[in-house]
């Protein structure tokens, strides 16, 4: 065996000894942050919970399962179902269904598919955590929006929205103007 040879070799098993545990690693990852074509199996990291489930047939009153474990402290913005039409931006008017929960209780405290009507706004008008989370959303498509107190309604709450809650939204985009 030439030295060439016996080098070539070496170098091989050096690039495969420091690669393998970067592939190894990378294919253990997802890109679609755990979701199953059943809808969203969130399992968050920050959250330190248990999935949160949701159902992925968008056009129909979504079911989410309660949360548990400590809530994320940092917004977090999922596609359950990538829509196809025209895209959310910050100046934008929406029409959407939604369904809003609690994340300590795990009780629903709104829903437009109860009161039998979606909501339009201006998402300019609304909290910033709708505002942070709802831009690149599609028309058709069913978003799940976790957002912290500082993105929501802080230590004061809103009626229902108690003090410093986190809130769980299932949003589904009907309209953008």
Request: contains cysteine; positive net charge.
């Amino acid at each position: 065996m030439s030295t060439n040879s016996k080098f070539s070799k070496k170098r091989n098993l050096f690039a495969f000894l420091l690669l393998a545990p970067i592939v190894l690693a990378l294919s253990a990852c997802t890109t679609n942050g755990g979701i199953s074509s059943k809808g969203t199996s969130m399992s968050d990291s920050q959250a330190n919970s248990a999935p949160l489930t949701v159902s992925a047939n968008a056009g129909h009153e979504p079911t989410i399962s309660k949360p548990s474990g400590k809530a994320p402290e940092s917004l977090i913005s999922h596609d359950v179902v990538v829509g196809t039409g025209n895209t959310a931006t910050i100046n934008s008017t929406l029409t959407v269904h939604y369904v809003l929960m609690s994340w300590s209780t795990g009780k629903v405290i709104q829903s437009s598919w109860t009161s039998g009507s979606p909501a339009t706004f201006a998402l300019s008008q609304v909290i910033q955590g709708w505002q942070k989370g709802m831009p690149g959303m599609r028309e058709g498509g069913r978003r799940l929006l976790i957002i912290p107190p500082s993105l929501g309604y802080g230590a004061s709450g809103a009626g229902p929205i108690g003090a410093n809650e986190t809130l769980v939204f299932v949003v589904d985009l009907v309209k953008v103007a």
